[in-house]
């Protein structure tokens, strides 16, 4: 489609005359001006869309504050921002003597919008922007190896009108609690480097051992955490792995975990899984690991990931489901404020049927998940960690053992086809 106007603007005069040069004459809905990014000159709901490339890295933070606001205030209600910039380090890694850069992370950047509010007095409201969804750049993985040249898109939103509070809510739990630094040193030092449940690698390895894995296999890993799988699969089997994210920081921690391999594969997107839209017939596999129980539509999830699957494609799923006895207090209360969604084996196969799946095959894996929960709850107890952050690791896993040795609830492995 054709836009009704392009405003082209640049810092540098000399970019903007050759810009004018070589595009003014073919398309005159663009106009041209030479303007500093921070003062835009432009009335409120001026644009639907606002694209900006390798911008934000030039301006100090007051400097990225000051336009994040100016694009609230020209944008309209419900317009866009899209913007990419290089994380950590250059997009060539190569290392300049002066160099006026700013190398933010991402989450720098993703507390710098989501912070940000614009007030227009003209009506009395708010307003803000909301995170739809960002990734990494795969042309700079295939051809440098690097992962951190980082996209973003962003709403605009009276506060308050979140197309989907609870997964923010949820976002907004897993960036400050569960992904936060002490958190962090738990999985490191107990489960292992890149890892968040008890397991770690071993179970992963198990469960993909389900499944034939070849350097043609394409994975999606939903809900990728911090990147262990993701780093297993591209270093150790050469697999072309996306991996699926709603928390910023797990996937900060990812992108970083990949940069350090510094391979050509590996792309991680961020955002809503049924907000989420891969192309059909995209992947040969499907993992999803301890993710499913926290999804509020889990038929419409299954739905997407037959769309997503080639043909003769594998869904591999290992969560926690309901056992063969009722739940009762403290398990329910526990799970409750988990923000867990558990179903029965019986009822996630018969939704994977109804959605087109002709093969379901199941796997209880009560006894390996009690053991391997037991062995990360002994060594937490021999390692040196706040009094506070230990409680609650050792509450979390005391809750998940107490539930599969009363079989209230169960650890079960699907396998579809």
């Known amino acids: 489609s054709r836009a009704k106007t392009v405003h082209s603007t640049d810092f540098m005069q000399k970019f903007v005359d050759d810009n004018m040069a070589a595009n003014g004459p073919k398309y005159p809905n663009l106009t041209f001006a030479q303007l500093d990014a921070s003062n835009l000159p432009y009335r409120p709901e001026s644009f639907h869309f606002i694209f900006t490339n390798w911008l934000l890295m030039y301006l100090d933070d007051v400097e990225v504050e000051r336009f994040a606001m100016q694009a609230l205030k020209i944008l309209h209600n419900g317009g866009h921002l899209f913007m990419r910039e290089s994380c950590f380090h250059s997009a060539s890694k190569t290392v300049r003597q002066e160099n006026p850069t700013f190398y933010r992370s991402i989450k720098d950047y993703h507390k710098l919008f989501s912070n940000v509010v614009y007030r227009d007095e003209s009506i009395g409201k708010d307003f803000c922007f909301e995170f739809v969804f960002s ?5 700079y993985v295939v051809v ?3 992962p951190c040249q980082v996209y973003w898109m962003w709403r605009k939103r009276e506060t308050g009108d979140w197309a989907s509070p609870r997964t923010l809510d949820i976002q907004r739990l897993l960036d400050t609690s569960v992904y936060s630094d002490e958190y962090l040193s738990v999985y490191e030092r107990v489960i292992g480097d890149g890892f968040v449940t008890p397991g770690g690698l071993g179970a992963t390895k198990r469960l993909l051992s389900k499944v034939t894995v070849t350097p043609q296999t394409r994975v999606l890993d ?4 911090l990147g262990g799988t993701m780093a297993y699969l591209v270093k150790e089997l050469n697999v072309d792995v996306t991996g699926l994210e709603l928390s910023p920081a797990a996937a900060q921690c990812a ?6 391999l ?4 590996g792309h991680i997107h961020v955002g809503d899984l049924l907000q989420t839209n891969f192309p059909q017939n995209c992947f040969d596999v ?3 690991r301890e993710t499913l129980g926290y999804l509020s539509n889990q038929q419409v999830t299954f739905e997407k990931f037959r769309a997503w699957l080639k043909p003769g494609g594998h869904l591999l799923l290992s969560d926690y489901c309901l056992g063969n006895r009722e739940l009762t207090e403290p398990l329910t209360s526990f ?3 988990e923000g867990l969604q558990p179903v029965s084996v019986a009822t996630w196969t018969e939704m994977l049927q109804k959605v087109g799946f002709a093969s379901v095959q199941t796997f209880n894996t009560s006894e390996e998940s009690l053991t391997e929960t037991r062995e990360a709850l002994n060594k937490l107890q021999d390692e040196d960690f706040s009094e506070g952050v230990k409680a609650q690791f050792m509450s979390t896993w005391h809750n998940l053992i107490g539930g599969l040795e ?3 609830l169960s650890s079960a492995v699907l396998v579809t086809t």
């Open 286 to 288: 499907i993992y999803v």
């Open 255 to 260: 992108v970083l975990r990949l940069d350090k």
């Open 335 to 337: 799970i409750e404020s």
């Open 262 to 265: 510094a391979v050509n594969k």
């Open 144 to 146: 440098k190896g690097n």
């Open 222 to 225: 939903v809900g990728c955490g």
């Open 135 to 139: 990734g990494n750049c795969q042309t």
């Open 406 to 408: 009363s079989q209230q």
